[in-house]
Structure formats: structure tokens, C-alpha cells
């Protein structure tokens, strides 16, 4: 079986997590336009004010 996650969103990196556990050796496959790695939308705020480092 493999598996395509559509975006690199908290929600995907959920889904690839979610699906790991329920069995480890499936193949996943995550695909975004997205120019840079997963990261959470939820604390770019502070990222950007220098509150939190990446």
C-alpha cells in the first residue's frame, strides 16, 4: 500500500504520524509547493518576533 499526503501543514505531518502508526512500512509520499519544510503555521508569529528560533 502506499500512501499520498497532499501538503506539508501541521495537518499533513499528522496524517503521515497517524499512518505510521498504524503500520510503519507503508510507503508515504508528501507533496507541497511549498518552498520550505514542514512548519507550524500555529507559532510563526513568534518565529517572525524573535521569540521562538527555528
Same mark, same amino acid.
Given at each position: #500500500?502506499?500512501? %499520498?499526503?497532499?501538503?506539508?501543514?501541521?495537518?499533513?505531518?499528522?496524517?503521515?504520524?497517524?499512518? @505510521?502508526? #498504524?503500520?510503519? %512500512?507503508?510507503e508515504?509520499?508528501?507533496?507541497?509547493?511549498?518552498?520550505?519544510?514542514?512548519?507550524? @503555521?500555529?507559532?510563526?508569529?513568534?518565529?517572525?518576533?524573535?521569540?521562538?528560533k527555528?
Amino acid at each position: #500500500m502506499s500512501i %499520498l499526503i497532499i501538503g506539508n501543514s501541521a495537518a499533513g505531518v499528522a496524517a503521515a504520524e497517524a499512518v @505510521r502508526q #498504524m503500520d510503519p %512500512l507503508v510507503e508515504v509520499t508528501m507533496v507541497s509547493d511549498e518552498p520550505y519544510s514542514s512548519y507550524s @503555521r500555529c507559532v510563526i508569529r513568534e518565529v517572525i518576533s524573535g521569540k521562538k528560533k527555528t
